[in-house]
C-alpha cells in the first residue's frame, strides 16, 4: 500500500510529476470535502469574519499539498485540525455568555434606529446612505430612506432592514 501511495502522490518524492499533482488534486479535493462535512455547514455558509478566516487558511493548507510544498499526510491532518478547532470554537461561542461569541463572531451594528441615521455609526463602520439604498433596493420593499425604521449591519457584512410600519402593517 505504501508503494502505491508513493507512486501515485509521490509521498517521499522532492519533486512532484503532472501526474502526481493531478492525483493529489483529486485526493484533497475528496479529503477537504470530507473534512467540510465533517465540520458543519456553518463553515462556508455564512461570511462572518470567523468563517472568512477559516476559509483563506483552509485553502492555503491545503494548496500546499497539492503541490508539494508541505508533507501530504500532515498537511491534510492540518486541515482536519482547522476544521475541528472552527467547531470547537463554534460550540464554545454558543454555550459561554461572557461575549467569546461576540468576541469570535462579532455582533451587528444598529445603522439605523427609529427612522434616524446613527451617524458615528455608519462612519466608523464604513457604510454610505448609499449603502442603505442599495440594501433598500435588494430587499424590494423600498428606495427611499425614509421608510426606514431599523436598519442593521450584520456579522456578515450584510445590511438588514426593516421598514416602517404603515397602517398597522409592515412595510
Given amino acids: 500500500m505504501q508503494e502505491f501511495f508513493e507512486t501515485v502522490f509521490g509521498i517521499d518524492n522532492q519533486t512532484l510529476t503532472w501526474w502526481q499533482m493531478s492525483a493529489r488534486a483529486v485526493a484533497v479535493f475528496f479529503a477537504a470535502l470530507l473534512i467540510v462535512r465533517f465540520g458543519s455547514r456553518r463553515i462556508f455558509g455564512k461570511n462572518t469574519a470567523f468563517d472568512i478566516v477559516l476559509g483563506i487558511i ?3 493548507v491545503l494548496s500546499r499539498a497539492i503541490t508539494g510544498n508541505s508533507p501530504f499526510w500532515p498537511t491534510l491532518a492540518a486541515a482536519l485540525t482547522l476544521v475541528v478547532l472552527h467547531k470547537a470554537l463554534a460550540v464554545l461561542a454558543y454555550h459561554t455568555s461572557f461575549g467569546f461569541g461576540d468576541f469570535i463572531k462579532g455582533q451587528p451594528q444598529v445603522l439605523v434606529k427609529g427612522g434616524e441615521l446613527q451617524e458615528d455609526v455608519l462612519r466608523a463602520n464604513s457604510v454610505t446612505k448609499q449603502d442603505l439604498l442599495e440594501a433598500l433596493r435588494s430587499s424590494g420593499s423600498a428606495t427611499d430612506l425614509s421608510k426606514l425604521d431599523e436598519a442593521y449591519l450584520e456579522r456578515s457584512g450584510k ?5 416602517k410600519k404603515e ?5
Avoid: N, Q
Fill in 159 to 163: 445590511i438588514s432592514i426593516i421598514l
Fill in 167 to 171: 397602517d398597522g402593517k409592515e412595510g
Fill in 58 to 60: 483552509y485553502g492555503s
